[in-house]
T-cell receptor, first 112, second 114 residues
Framework: SQQGEEDPQALSIQEGENATMNCSYK?????LQWYRQNSGRGLVHLIL?????REKHSGRLRVTLDTSKKSSSLLITASRAADTASYFC????????????FGAGTRLAVHP | NAGVTQTPKFQVLKTGQSMTLQCAQD?????MYWYRQDPGMGLRLIYY???????DKGEVPNGYNVSRLNKREFSLRLESAAPSQTSVYFC?????????????FGSGTQLSVL
């Protein structure tokens, strides 16, 4: 089974609204990463948060991490139609930096 | 800079046929990965190579073999393709360092096994 699970599976919003996606994971982690995938394309790294961090910002992205609840959230503020994509969380299994395991993803649709 | 290059982009096979998916990176990265992505699902790790000369199984290795030919190239082989291997395959690479843990992905190979 996959390490991370995103919630919701799909999200539909209007331009200008905020989009929040959640990720839960099962084992202890060293860091958690978020990736974006445009339809039919490869994944692109968005942001990484380490296990000793609680919040991180990058442009319109805000990521939080709660290691006690084994969960993370990705907030995209002031969404644009170009943000339409699938978003995945990923973690290295504890004890190593080799196996990066992905969740099933959240499909975000931003309507003009 | 090409980044991670995968060939072919599309392939149709008949059940039982064999083929090799090629992946090359020009970023001098140490680690390379093969993932598969089925419709509506996330990526599942098939095999990875932490460094040149080493390979290890991921989550779903059955039915696949890999070769880390050199630092640049990491190939994935299907010896006897099955319909269950119909998927999009992604190769990725990573420069191993304390502060650089993100993966760079190729654009994928869409494989159909009939």
């Amino acid at each position: 089974s996959q390490q991370g699970e995103e919630d919701p599976q799909a999200l539909s919003i209007q331009e200008g609204e905020n989009a929040t996606m959640n990720c839960s994971y099962k084992t202890s982690i060293n860091n958690l990463q978020w990736y974006r995938q445009n339809s039919g394309r490869g994944l692109v790294h968005l942001i990484l948060i380490r296990s000793n961090e609680r919040e991180k910002h990058s442009g319109r992205l805000r990521v939080t991490l709660d290691t006690s609840k084994k969960s993370s959230s990705l907030l995209i503020t002031a969404s644009r139609a170009a943000d339409t994509a699938s978003y995945f969380c990923a973690t290295f299994l504890s004890g190593g930096y080799n196996k990066l395991i992905f969740g099933a993803g959240t499909r975000l649709a931003v309507h003009p | 800079n090409a980044g991670v290059t995968q060939t072919p982009k599309f392939q149709v096979l008949k059940t039982g046929q064999s083929m090799t998916l090629q992946c090359a990176q020009d970023m001098n990265h140490n680690s390379m990965y093969w993932y598969r992505q089925d419709p509506g699902m996330g990526l599942r790790l098939i095999y990875y190579s932490a460094s040149e000369g080493t390979t290890d199984k991921g989550e779903v290795p059955n039915g696949y073999n890999v070769s880390r030919l050199n630092k640049r190239e990491f190939s994935l082989r299907l010896e006897s393709a099955a319909p269950s291997q119909t998927s999009v395959y992604f190769c990725a690479s990573r420069k191993v360092s304390d502060s650089n843990e993100k993966l760079f992905f190729g654009s994928g190979t869409q494989l159909s096994v009939l």
